[in-house]
């Protein structure tokens, strides 16, 4: 079986440097600072529960991006271990786009940029997770 780290590497990369550059320009706005412009940010983004919301997947997103790293690392040096690491990321990073597009919907709120980050997250971890179970059964 083709090694499926390989194929999804930059998927991984891709996510979870993202994932810690948004964190990284959510933190300045919190307290005030305006590094993008307003209408970057998504509906209601300054309403005390939605914002509260939003940072309910602070700990979430900084574990998978973590376990995804490592997963690719691990991998890079050989290490078996980048398996389990790679499982318990893709899990966490489709839980973070199905429960986002969830809440958008219950909201009946499309926007086509938040749906689709939040569909990526939700979508492309379907495709390797199997082969993730597959390939540590054999």
């Known amino acids: 079986m083709r090694d499926v780290m390989n194929r999804m590497k930059p998927l991984i990369v891709v996510t979870d ?15 005030g600072v305006d590094v ?8 209601d983004y300054n309403d005390p529960i ?7 997947f602070f ?7 973590t376990c995804g790293l490592l ?17 318990f990321s893709l899990a966490l990073t489709f839980c973070a786009g199905f429960m986002a597009v969830s ?13 689709g980050a939040n569909l990526f997250l939700a979508i492309w971890p379907c495709f390797f ?7 540590s059964a054999a």
């Open 50 to 56: 939605v914002n509260a919301w939003n940072w309910s």
């Open 17 to 31: 440097v993202g994932f810690i550059v948004y964190w990284a320009v959510s933190l300045p706005i919190l307290f």
């Open 71 to 87: 997963a690719v690392r691990r991998h890079s040096r050989g290490d078996p271990s980048w398996r389990p690491l790679a499982a």
């Open 103 to 115: 809440f958008w919907a219950i909201r009946f709120d499309f926007d086509p940029s938040w749906w």
């Open 129 to 135: 997770l199997p082969r993730l179970a597959q390939s």
């Open 36 to 43: 993008i412009p307003a209408s970057w940010l998504f509906k």
């Open 59 to 65: 700990p979430l997103d900084m574990m998978l991006s």
